[in-house]
C-alpha cells in the first residue's frame, strides 16, 4: 500500500476534522501519500482530490466542521457512479480508503469494495451515536454538551416565567441524545423513538408536578419520537389537558462547534486505527471503541445490528 485517500460523507459531526488529521499524520508516518476528496462520494465521481501534507492538517483539530467539506451523494446510490468512483481512485493509483461518516457512508463504502475491490475502512463520525460498534461516535459527546447547555439556559427562562417548555433534539432515528440530555438537565420527561409514548402519562406527570407547585417543566423530544415533532406534540399536549407550552427546536447548532476533548481524543485514535488496519489488510471493516478499547469489525455489522440504549440510563430518566 502506497497511497491512500480520506473523505468525510453523509452529516457533518464535531471532530471530524480531528479524525482528518490524526488519519494523515499516521499514514504519513507509515511512509503513505495521501489525497483528500472534497464533498464525500461527491469528489470521487468529480476527481476533486487534494494532496494532504502534514501540514495541511496543522490547527484543525479543535475547529468543528470537515476542511474536506462533506456531502449527500445521490450519483453514489447507482452503480454507475460508484463506477466513476472506483475508477478515478484507480486511475490516481490509491490503494484504500478511509471513509469518516455514518451508516449511509458505510453502505456505499461495502458497495465501493464488493463491486470494485477498493479496501475501506469506515470511521464513525455522527452527532447522533447510532453506530453499532463503537460506544460512542466522534462527535455525539460535543452534540450532547451544546444540547445540554442550551436545555440549561431554556430551564432559566422555564423557572422565570413558570412555563413548560418541549425542547427537540436531534438524533435520527436513535433517543441517545434525548436521553443523555434529559438525565443531564433533569427534564421532566424525556420522549425517544426506542420507548413508547404515552402523552396522557406525561401530561398527568407535568399537571401533578404544578399542583405539587412545580412550575418550571422541561420535556426533551428525540426528532424521531412516534409521537411527532415538537409541534406537533405541543398541540396534541394542549389538546389532552390545556397546557399550554413553548416550543424550541434546538436544530443544527448541535452539530456544530469546537469537539469537546473526548470527541477529539476518540477522533485521534479511530484515524489512527483505520490507517492501521488499511496497512494491515483488515478491510472491509469500521474501527470503533468498545470499553475502551478500540476494535475492528466487518463493515456491514455496522448496520445489521441496532445499538440499544442503556438500560441504566432508561430507568434513571423515568425516576430521577
Ligand atoms: P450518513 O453517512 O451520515 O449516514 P447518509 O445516509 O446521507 O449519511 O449517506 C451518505 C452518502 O452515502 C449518501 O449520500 C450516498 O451517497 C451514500 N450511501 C448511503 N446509503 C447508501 C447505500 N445503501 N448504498 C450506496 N451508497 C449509499
Given amino acids: ?28 508516518g507509515r511512509g503513505l501519500s495521501v489525497l483528500g476528496a472534497k464533498k464525500g462520494y461527491e469528489g470521487l465521481i468529480d476527481d476533486e482530490f487534494t494532496a494532504m501534507s502534514s501540514s495541511d492538517v496543522s490547527n484543525i483539530i479543535q475547529r ?25 481512485l484507480r486511475n490516481r493509483s490509491v490503494d484504500g480508503l478511509v ?7 458505510f453502505r456505499g ?21 447510532d453506530i453499532w460498534g463503537s460506544d460512542l461516535t466522534i462527535g455525539y459527546d460535543t452534540a450532547v454538551n451544546t444540547a445540554l447547555e442550551a436545555v440549561d439556559k431554556i430551564r ?47 401530561c398527568d406527570k407535568i399537571q401533578g408536578r404544578i399542583r405539587r407547585g412545580r412550575t418550571s417543566n422541561i420535556l426533551i423530544v428525540a426528532e424521531g419520537d412516534e409521537a411527532g415533532n ?50 494491515d489488510g483488515a478491510w472491509p471493516c469500521m474501527v470503533g471503541e468498545v470499553d475502551n478499547t478500540v476494535v475492528r469489525h466487518p463493515l456491514a455489522d455496522s448496520w445489521t445490528n441496532r445499538k440499544a440504549l442503556d438500560p441504566l440510563l432508561l430507568t434513571l430518566s423515568d425516576n430521577l
Avoid: Y
Wanted: negative net charge; hydrophobic residues 45%; proline residues 3%.
Fill in 109 to 129: 463504502a461495502s458497495d465501493l469494495f464488493n463491486e470494485h475491490s477498493i479496501p475501506v475502512v469506515g470511521v464513525p463520525a455522527t452527532i447522533d451515536n
Fill in 230 to 279: 415538537a409541534f406537533e406534540i405541543a398541540a396534541k399536549i394542549f389538546d389532552l389537558s390545556g397546557l399550554k407550552s413553548r416550543v424550541t427546536v434546538l436544530g443544527h447548532v448541535q452539530r456544530g462547534g469546537s469537539p469537546t476533548t473526548a470527541d477529539r481524543v476518540l477522533a485521534s485514535k479511530l484515524g489512527w486505527a483505520a490507517v492501521e488496519a488499511l496497512m
Fill in 1 to 28: 500500500m502506497e497511497r491512500i485517500a480520506v473523505l468525510t460523507s453523509g452529516g457533518d459531526s464535531p471532530g471530524m476534522n480531528a479524525c482528518i488529521r490524526a488519519t494523515v499524520r499516521r499514514a504519513l
Fill in 156 to 202: 432559566d427562562t422555564a423557572a422565570a416565567h413558570d412555563r413548560l417548555f418541549i425542547i427537540e433534539v436531534m438524533g435520527r432515528s436513535a433517543g441517545f441524545i434525548a436521553l443523555e440530555v434529559g438525565i443531564g438537565t433533569g427534564a421532566e420527561a424525556v420522549l425517544i423513538p426506542e420507548t413508547r409514548t404515552d402523552l396522557q402519562a406525561v
Fill in 64 to 88: 468543528g466542521g470537515t476542511i474536506l467539506h462533506t456531502a449527500r451523494s445521490p450519483r453514489f446510490l447507482e452503480a454507475e457512479g460508484r463506477a466513476r468512483a472506483a475508477e478515478n
Fill in 99 to 105: 471513509v469518516i461518516g455514518g451508516d449511509g457512508s
